[in-house]
């Protein structure tokens, strides 16, 4: 799947291949480099009819004769349809361009009554605003300035939340065990989260034992942004015979490194690897190393699969410390051949005046001894830890204890 977008906003050019299905794209670059732009492109571009549905049905005025980019503004935040330029704005998904006049019409032949098909499930950034104190709020207590992708989603939570028994993690049945030890260790440590439905307004409650009744506001920052990832993952990796969400082939997944410490943000890895195994299509935007480092574990491992004398299982599972047990095989058997992409997003250097724009730059070999700076980089990533070490370095200090 291939997105295409020029003059968009800060966006000069962007062309990223997101794959197959079961492979990794990742988007690294700095704030206000049109990385959630670029994702939220893809969603429309994907699912622009479920997105008109979902207006009418929640009462939102989409469209004003006279204003072209109105449903721009509803979908990426208002004002921001002014990023798009007639005669100068592309966009087109898998080469096919994308129409702003025509995007949200219906195919011909297709009858009104016809549900549209959603094709990407979207999970946004600054999950914990979702939440608000300790509850989602619906799509339409959202303000009109809140983008598309984050009022779907908060909806989508209160209705998983509203249907729900008390307990929501741990769940026996939910999630592979190994995966929900990995977030007992790292995120909720022995906390029990469940769903208090005795008080006048449900909310979501935290018990930690001892400490007792947690409440949402003194949860830590990433209990707060992981408990909508939590439950977004509920619905991705169903148990029993169902290995997919119905019709969702792509998954985005943005910065999923807030708040969490780097042993919560490998185990949510983890999970990444889960959800390639089901066969979705997984894109992450983020800011973290880590992340990145999971894409070039997973290039080196699978060209390593060309050498006959490895035990190929042994170092998957080994460069991601899962158990040798015959579910982390058979995983380990689904992802060994997906490939992973990663793409750097940064102002141009050539930008004059006032106007800077972006470019977008496939790094995806992530060579730290490349002669491309923007790679060795990893997109900027290592620049900084890099400059330190190389400083320190040269001092050429005797540094044993």
Do not use: C
Not at 162 to 185: C, G, H, M, V, W
Not at 291 to 307: E, I, N, P, Q, Y
Not at 337 to 345: K, N, S, V
């Amino acid at each position: 799947m291939k997105l295409s977008i020029k003059n968009f906003a800060q966006i000069q050019s962007l062309d990223v291949n997101f794959g197959n299905p079961g492979d990794l794209t990742i988007l690294v670059g700095q704030q206000a480099t049109g990385k959630s732009l670029a994702l939220q492109w893809l969603k429309l571009a994907s699912d622009a009819l479920a997105v008109r549905q979902d207006w009418e049905r929640y009462g939102t005025n989409w469209k004003i004769s006279g204003n072209e980019t109105r449903p721009l503004d509803m979908f990426f935040g208002e004002g921001l349809g002014q990023g798009y330029r007639d005669g100068a704005t592309q966009i087109s998904l898998n080469d096919k361009p994308i129409r702003l006049k025509t995007m949200f019409n219906a195919p011909s032949g297709r009858t009104q009554k016809e549900a549209p098909t959603e094709k990407l499930y979207y999970i946004p950034a600054h999950r914990a605003l979702l939440l608000a104190d300790g509850w989602p709020k619906t799509f339409q207590q959202h303000v009109i300035g809140t983008p598309y992708v984050a009022r779907a989603q908060s909806e989508r939570l209160v209705q998983w939340l509203s249907s729900s028994t008390q307990a929501i993690f741990p769940i026996k049945n939910k999630l592979p065990s190994e995966l929900r030890d990995l977030f007992d260790e790292s995120i909720f440590h022995n906390a029990k989260l469940s769903v208090d439905k005795k008080s006048p307004q449900s909310r979501l409650i935290l018990n930690a034992g001892q400490t007792g009744e947690i409440p949402y506001m003194a949860w830590t920052a990433g209990q707060r942004e992981f408990v909508p990832l939590l439950i977004a993952l509920y619905e991705l990796l169903p148990s029993g015979g169902v290995s997919t969400l119905e019709n969702i082939e792509t998954v985005v997944l943005e910065e999923p490194e807030l708040g969490l410490h780097p042993k919560a943000l490998f185990a949510l890895g983890i999970s990444v690897l889960h959800l390639m195994a089901r066969g979705y299509r997984v894109v992450v935007s983020t800011h973290s190393p880590l992340m990145v480092d999971f894409a070039w574990a997973l290039g080196h491992l699978r060209k390593s699969l060309s050498d006959p004398n490895l035990d190929h299982s042994k170092k998957f599972l080994s460069a991601f410390s899962l158990k040798s047990t015959a579910a982390n095989k058979a995983l380990i058997d689904k992802v060994k051949d997906r490939e992973t992409r990663t793409f750097y997003l940064s102002y141009s250097k050539k930008s004059s005046g006032l106007v800077s724009t972006v470019l977008s730059q496939d790094i995806s070999n992530l060579k730290t001894y490349s002669t491309n700076p923007d790679e060795a980089s990893w997109g900027e990533l290592l620049k900084y830890s890099t400059h330190l070490a190389d400083v320190i370095a040269q001092l050429n200090l005797n540094l044993s204890v």
